[in-house]
């Protein structure tokens, strides 16, 4: 745990004025400096007790024997970067092999909100990442899950969390604010729950995260605003950032391993000049593929880039921007006196390779490669083997009954969107055979199950899906599905959905995929049935396989598997699935799956 700026300042003061030795200066960087936007050539960097002691011309005076000396090359020094929303969960692995990840990428700075486990273990989960979180040699803050579960009346999760586990968390010491406000109608309805949980984050001075994934900007949306929310990552086209920012919110532009809402909301910056100092890139979810072989948040700002964004300006809204909306500043954020010692050299700030990243004044990565010893976290039993079904599944567990004497049905049907979260509410014509509900793959319209697998009710409900394309018989599923996390299945085959459901039960949670009888990929996630306990590139490695397959079964969907996860996320329109049934999100309603019947 690094010690805080007061306990420090005799020392940084010391090193500054030359009394006494830094413990690390790097000679001769261009100094991106976040606070005035401009970028200083030929600036040396001094380094104690984690923090930055002096940044400017000449450190010679701040060596002494014992005080490492790095070459700067005269590289870009830029702060470390800062996710400033983000679920490490979906990574499928836990905090700290998340944080292995991505540290090479550049970052040093992470705000988690833990609510997928929290839907599953409640606050014991909570407070096991929370834990862990904290041990870590970056800054990795969270934010207390608000909405456990995401919609009450429309789902039930693993466990519920209200306004006294809130006002608990709070006094945690590594709890920075409230976690993404999802539950928008139950706000603007004015629910007591909902307001009391952001009164009591307000009330301890910290931050309130957002959540309003609906077009209406009209009255509901200022209600929301009125509210408390100080941050909205829901966004998805240039009226909504310019509708949050002019309303006092900090737009949180998103660029996931599923979702590219950055290039369509940047344009507020790029061409209609709006105050940059509101705007903040993000991630959300990002899966551990993309971690591996993409990069982090380094991906990010290399995208923003490519919209037009000024260098300087996209490292701002990855660093300082995202430093003042946690009220961080004076911790974290920039290459400046006092703060964290924190930061990146690259050659290019373009492009951004990390050449060199250093969290708290420790060389964490050189070229690509984590060199620091980071000692995994025991996640204990109680965190294993949730997942219960309570029985045996089969392949009449999927069937969907036909009204008596239809031969044709119109049925509601969960249309997928490449790369964005929500969906769209589709109808489809559909066949009966012997009082059966038949799908249509010629059409693209496969069955969607959700199998309850918290309390082993046995309880399996079904519905229809269109937009993966699988073109032969097969089935995916997955205990992680967003955000109560039962177990979501995918399939054209009513046997190998059993199959498939039935092996996550023998395992204690993962995805798997099936196709004809046949097991083509697995990724075991043991813990909570969301994470693994081993290393991202081991994970993104299986995880490779399992989209492999799926482009096998003709499903080619950016990842397709992201798409699969949010199929029962019910606070995002317009269609979901969920254990009471299909969900009409524009409504915040349950619906019935069939429409009209023909006889």
Not at 229 to 244: F, Q
Not at 296 to 305: E, F, K, P, Q, S
Not at 507 to 514: E, H, M, P
Not at 564 to 589: N, T, Y
Request: aromatic fraction near 4%; proline fraction near 5%.
């Amino acid at each position: 745990m690094i010690k805080s700026w007061f306990e420090c300042a005799p020392r940084l003061v010391d090193v500054a004025m030359g009394r006494t030795p830094a413990d690390m200066v790097i000679h001769n960087v261009r100094w991106v400096n976040v606070h005035s936007g401009e970028i200083i050539p030929r600036t040396d960097i001094a380094i104690a007790a984690g923090r930055f002691a002096f940044v400017g011309p000449n450190a010679d005076h701040a060596v002494g024997p014992a005080t490492r000396l790095i070459d700067g090359e005269g590289r870009y020094a830029l702060p470390g970067l800062c996710d400033a929303h983000m679920h490490v969960e979906s990574g499928m692995v836990t905090v700290t092999e998340f944080a292995r990840a991505v540290i090479p990428h550049g970052t040093t700075s992470m705000f988690i909100d833990p609510h997928e486990i929290a839907n599953v273990l409640g606050m014991p989960g909570v407070k096991l990442m929370h834990d862990e979180a904290a041990g870590l040699p970056i800054n990795v803050f969270v934010q207390m899950p608000s909405c456990v579960p995401s919609a009450p009346g429309l789902e039930n999760a693993g466990a519920s969390l209200g306004p006294a586990d809130v006002r608990e968390a709070m006094a945690w010491p590594n709890i920075v604010g409230l976690g993404e406000m999802m539950n928008f109608p139950g706000v603007v309805a004015g629910n007591g729950d909902m307001l009391a949980e952001i009164g009591a984050t307000q009330a301890a001075g910290k931050t309130v995260g957002g959540h309003y994934a609906s077009k209406d900007l009209g009255l509901p949306f200022h209600a929301y605003v009125a509210a408390g929310p100080s941050d909205d990552h829901e966004g998805t086209s240039l009226a909504d950032c310019l509708a949050r920012v002019r309303q006092g919110m900090r737009a949180m532009l998103r660029l996931g391993s599923a979702w590219y809402d950055v290039a369509a909301q940047i344009k507020a910056v790029t061409e209609l000049g709006l105050d940059s100092r509101n705007f903040v890139l993000c991630t959300d979810d990002s899966h551990s593929g993309t971690l591996v072989n993409d990069g982090h948040m380094n991906r990010v700002v290399r995208h923003a880039i490519a919209q037009g964004l000024k260098p300087i300006t996209a490292i701002q809204m990855a660093t300082l921007n995202t430093a003042q909306h946690f009220n961080m500043e004076r911790e974290l954020g920039s290459i400046t006196p006092g703060r964290r010692a924190d930061l990146v050299l690259t050659s290019d700030l373009t492009e951004l390779p990390v050449e060199t990243v250093i969290a708290r004044g420790r060389v964490m990565s050189s070229n690509g490669k984590l060199i620091a010893d980071i000692t995994p976290y025991d996640y204990p039993a109680s965190a294993r083997n949730t997942v219960r079904l309570g029985r045996k599944l089969s392949a009449a567990d999927f069937d969907i009954v036909a009204p008596e004497g239809a031969n044709q049905v119109t049925a509601r049907v969960i249309g997928v969107l490449e790369n964005q979260a929500p969906t769209r509410a589709l109808q489809a014509s559909l066949g009966v055979s012997k009082g059966i509900v038949q799908m249509d793959r010629a059409g693209d319209v496969c069955q969607i199950a959700l199998v309850e697998r918290h309390r082993g009710t046995g309880k399996v409900v079904n519905a229809f899906v269109s937009g993966f394309g699988y073109d032969k018989p097969c089935a995916i599923a997955s205990t992680v599905a967003h955000d109560s996390h039962h177990m979501t299945v995918v399939g054209t085959d009513k046997g190998d959905m059993a199959l498939a459901a039935n092996r996550l039960g023998e395992v204690g949670g993962g995805v798997v995929l099936f196709s004809e009888g046949h097991e083509l990929a697995l990724v075991r996630l043991p813990i909570a049935g969301l994470m693994s306990d081993q290393r991202a590139e081991i994970v993104a490695e299986k995880a490779n396989g399992l989209i492999a397959a799926m482009l096998a079964c003709g499903c080619d969907l950016n990842n397709a598997y992201m798409q699969h996860s949010l199929l029962a996320l019910v606070v995002i329109p317009e269609l979901r699935i969920s254990d009471i049934g299909l969900i009409d999100v524009l409504k915040f309603q349950a619906t019935e799956v069939l429409v009209t019947t023909t006889t």
